[in-house]
């Protein structure tokens, strides 16, 4: 019997030394950087490029929204307020952080006056095309109510 514990106590130090060896510390996994053949960090480039060219299309395009009245006029907006700078991408970061179709991406750019814009996004794919969460005034759609945190009336 004695024999057999000697035993196992070598069995079990091998399997917990392959287990260790093998496992990736998941633990502290970090989130996963993007290369940029995913498509993701390409998304990015194309909206530095729409607000270069001022293209209000390339815009809609990269995020993903409708062409319609209310997102040429975000665009325009936001047009406004940065486009035509020569933004030079100096560094983005994509994390696949809240899934392999949906993360974060940060960007930071130098425009041809010095300035700098530094700024972060939703990315998400759909149907295999990544898009940049631009746009923050989108209409809820015709005859559907917004959610409310009200409590409800008695």
Not at 4 to 24: W, Y
Not at 27 to 53: F, M
Not at 85 to 92: F, G, T
């Amino acid at each position: 019997m004695e024999r057999r514990r000697l035993l196992a106590v070598p069995a079990v130090l091998a399997a917990l030394a392959v287990a260790t060896g093998c496992s990736t510390h998941d633990d502290k996994a970090e989130p996963s950087h993007s290369a940029s053949s995913d498509g993701a960090r390409d998304a990015v480039e194309t909206y530095v490029d729409a607000l270069n060219s001022r293209s209000a299309t390339g815009l809609i395009k990269v995020g993903g929204v409708k062409d319609e009245a209310w997102s040429r006029q975000e665009a325009a907006q936001i047009l406004a307020d940065r486009g035509g700078r020569e933004w030079k991408i100096k560094d983005v970061q994509i994390d696949h952080d809240m899934g392999p179709n949906t993360g974060s991406a940060r960007l930071l750019a130098e425009g041809k006056a010095g300035k700098s814009l530094r700024d972060t996004f939703t990315v998400t794919r759909e149907k295999g095309v990544w898009h940049l969460a631009v746009f923050t005034h989108q209409p809820n759609g015709k005859g559907k109510e917004s959610s409310s945190t009200d409590k409800p009336a008695s």
